[in-house]
């Protein structure tokens, strides 16, 4: 699948940061890759979050991705960090 503007709305907006969510059926690896968010390359900016829920509908996974590049209409953002990882104590 690919990356669908509908799915991304904003959760909070402070000082030049914005807090996002977005929902899909992909993978949280097709997520984060270089250009999935090519879309909303004029709204994302570098260190923006995005609480991500990927793969719903299957086995889900959700976490949060940081915008790392956003140039020339390319957006980077980084892996997914997951929530409820597994503790190690």
């Known amino acids: 699948m690919a990356?669908?503007?509908?799915?991304l709305s904003v959760l909070a907006y402070a000082n030049g940061f914005t807090l996002w969510h977005y929902t899909t059926h992909d993978l949280a690896a097709d997520v984060d890759t270089?250009?999935?968010f090519n879309g909303?390359?004029?709204l994302l900016r570098v260190?923006?979050?995005v609480l991500a829920n990927c793969a719903v509908g299957g086995a889900p996974s959700g976490?949060?991705?940081i915008?790392?590049?956003n140039a020339a209409g390319v957006v980077d953002v980084a892996n997914?960090?997951?929530f409820g990882a597994a503790?190690?104590?």
């Open 3 to 7: 990356y669908a503007s509908k799915d």
């Open 34 to 36: 270089i250009g999935y």
């Open 40 to 42: 909303a390359a004029d």
């Open 47 to 49: 260190g923006d979050m």
């Open 63 to 65: 976490g949060v991705l």
């Open 67 to 69: 915008v790392a590049s």
């Open 80 to 82: 997914l960090t997951p």
């Open 87 to 89: 503790n190690s104590d």
